[in-house]
């Protein structure tokens, strides 16, 4: 019995913590239209402000769903965050990652959207011949998503997907036994999800 509560304390604050942060949204939301009213334009632009830094927090909490499960004797690391960050700095964009590990084996999966950054990604898939300037990459396809598939050294292989010009889902393994692991990791997406919810 004992064990059960301490359990329901340990997971309580991990089911309201998102119903706390809407709460507090909505409380920025009626502070910054008040000033608003007001005509405390400035201070109804930092209000704003602070509530787009919070719905860009459930945001990510959201898109982390679209990565994969780890496989069967795999272990996923921390989410990393830092990316979102960078994306914002170069142009805005919706970026997610996340490392999977498997005794000395790696896999990196890392899922960028509308970022001006993917224009050159664009291009590469776009052009075969830029893409064969690469002696080690060459034209990839995922079911019907097209893609490029590249090494990198000894250890080092990349998968680069791109739907419809505005959705890129890398894969890089390092370290593989085998690199049909890769392909393991793109068939636990939901590919579609995964456009549905970032175009």
Do not use: C, H
């Amino acid at each position: 019995m004992k064990k059960i509560i301490m359990t329901g304390f340990l997971i309580f604050p991990l089911l309201i913590s998102p119903l706390v942060l809407a709460d507090e949204i909505t409380d920025q939301i009626d502070t910054g239209l008040k000033a608003y009213k007001d005509k405390d334009y400035k201070g109804a632009i930092e209000e704003f402000k602070f509530i787009t830094v919070q719905l860009q927090k459930l945001e990510q909490q959201e898109n982390t769903k679209l990565l994969p499960e780890p496989l069967k004797g795999w272990l996923v690391k921390k989410n990393k965050e830092n990316n979102q960050v960078a994306l914002n700095i170069l142009g805005g964009g919706t970026s997610v990652s996340a490392e999977y590990q498997n005794k000395r084996e790696r896999v990196k999966i890392e899922i960028v959207a509308n970022s001006p950054m993917l224009a050159m990604v664009n291009m590469m898939i776009s052009n075969p011949m830029i893409a064969a300037s690469n002696a080690n990459a060459e034209p990839y396809r995922y079911k019907r998503i097209k893609g490029i598939k590249e090494k990198k050294g000894k250890n080092t292989v990349e998968i680069t997907l791109l739907m419809a010009g505005q959705v890129m889902v890398k894969v890089t393994g390092r370290y593989l036994q085998d690199e049909a692991v890769l392909k393991q990791y793109l068939d636990a997406m939901d590919m579609k999800k995964i456009k549905a919810a970032l175009l």
